[in-house]
């Protein structure tokens, strides 16, 4: 692995369902953020965590989970999807949290809540 | 609120030079960052800036004015593969980026 990678990259998904997108990043980095692009819209934050065991709300955390149990990796889940949630979702990394915070990104997934 | 203003398109042409702002209004600062995204892939670091003036990198510079909220990226010597959006990001008190719409630029040749 060579930086940060998502899983799926892409899904389709009935409403009601529960969904888990996977995030893994091998760089060590204390910091990983969850966000979503949507069209006409800048990035938007749903969570993140500034070290393994720590996390918090972003700017539009409602219906979205994460876990941070170690420092690698970072899921985020959708309890009960629905339509609003279709977007595209990226998981970034930063070496540390604070100034400079210097954010990769993984692929990207890309989901459809019908 | 915090807010990030930037132009939704622009065109230009190849060999060209190109200037994209973006103004902001954020609850503090810590840092103007630019990234560079093409269509369907993940956004990628181009800049940074903390302090006011320009920094150049390659074809690319950033300018910023703090005192006035304001930043702008500087392409040079465009090339067809600059086709992208260009996304404008801030650091707010809590370190958290706050991100614009993001500028979608079109190169003709």
């Known amino acids: 692995i060579a930086g940060i990678t998502q899983a799926p990259t892409s899904q389709i998904l009935a409403a009601g369902r529960r969904m888990t997108l996977r995030c893994t990043q091998d760089?060590?980095?204390?910091?990983m953020y969850w966000y979503r692009q949507d069209l006409g819209l800048g990035l938007r934050l749903i969570h993140y965590s500034n070290t393994a065991g720590t996390t918090g709300k972003g700017e539009v955390p409602d219906g979205y989970s994460v876990s941070r149990a170690n420092t690698d990796d970072f899921p985020l889940t959708l309890a009960s999807a629905v339509p609003s949630q279709t977007s595209v979702y990226f998981c970034?990394?930063?070496?540390?949290?604070?100034?400079?915070?210097?954010?990769?990104f993984g692929p990207g997934t890309r989901l459809t809540v019908l | 609120g915090q807010n990030i203003d930037q132009p939704t398109e622009m065109t230009a042409t190849e060999g060209a030079i190109v200037q994209i702002n973006c103004t902001y209004q954020t609850s503090g600062f810590n840092g103007l960052f630019w990234y560079q995204q093409h269509a369907g892939e993940a956004p990628t670091f181009l800049s940074y800036?903390?302090l006011d003036g320009l920094e150049e990198k390659g074809r690319f510079s950033s300018f910023l004015s703090r005192s006035k909220g304001y930043s702008y990226l500087l392409l040079k010597e465009l090339q067809m593969k600059d086709s992208a959006s260009y996304l404008c990001?801030?650091?707010?008190?809590?370190?958290?980026?706050?991100w614009g719409a993001g500028t979608k630029l079109i190169i003709k040749p």
């Open positions: 970034a990394s930063s070496r540390i949290a604070g100034e400079y915070n210097e954010q990769f």
């Open positions: 800036n903390v």
């Open positions: 990001a801030v650091g707010d008190s809590n370190y958290q980026l706050i």
């Open positions: 760089m060590r980095h204390n910091a």
